[in-house]
């Protein structure tokens, strides 16, 4: 989803893309890395292990995606004297908070994804200090299965639909996130952390029912849950909400309301 509304987002703005599916790139290759580099002036890392169930039984496979080839990419923009966006998720944070995560919190992942996607950040870092590391989460968008698609699909089958309503975040609409890594990129912002979410917050529920009323059905039909009713092998956070002060710092305006921006992207996710 995103490495598409990137690439879409980089040629309106009249730039010059070389975008690499994993079929063209095997970020795990680090000579192939190096080669994918040379020459351009931004790397920009959308490529992720996201399977987060699938992450606790196969993590030494996940973290050849999310840390190794991270810093394999790292090292092949440090050589080719390119900058790096390492694109990173709120699930680096253990979850627990109870206002927004700064983006200086200590990190501490309690999942699987959470631990390789930490390793990345700090991989990353390590070998090139001109990274900039953009978290996000809750995603959205027009080019990949999504939360907002399965819970339309669903209202489409199904008379109710229960969702969690204890776990808060920021749903984050991917083309919203391609903007802002241009914007990064054109103000020159100082290698750091920075975080790519829509302002405010809702929960599952909440967003479920924001999905219900945009395909034009009674948002009623979606009833809150707990996540004791949906147990998965990989503990989901329970507080997502991340902070954009580092943004405002630099004059860089943060990402819309979540319902605001839903609103404005629903009828190219659900294509209606």
Known sequence: MLGTDLVTALQRAGASVRAVGSAELDV???DACRRAAEGVDVVVNCAAWTAVDDAETAEPAAAQVNATGAEHLAVAAREAGARLVQVSTDYVFDG???SPYAEDAPVAPQSAYGRTKADGERLAVGAHTDT??????WLYGAHGRCFPRTIAGA???????????DQVGQPTWTADVA?????????????????ATS?????????AQAVAEEAGTD????????????VRPAPRPAYS????????????EPIGDWRERFAVAAPSVLGR
């Open 28 to 30: 795990r290759d680090a």
């Open 96 to 98: 627990r908070a109870t």
């Open 132 to 137: 900039l590391v953009v978290r996000t989460a």
């Open 155 to 165: 209202l489409d089958q199904r008379d109710t639909l229960d969702v969690v309503d």
């Open 179 to 195: 903007d802002l890594v241009l914007r990064l990129v054109a103000a020159d912002a100082p290698a750091g952390a920075y975080h």
């Open 199 to 207: 302002s405010g917050q809702v929960s599952w529920h909440g967003f």
């Open 219 to 230: 948002p009623a039909r979606v009833r809150p849950t707990t996540s004791a009713a949906f």
């Open 241 to 252: 909400v991340l902070g954009h002060d580092a943004l405002r710092r630099l004059g860089i």
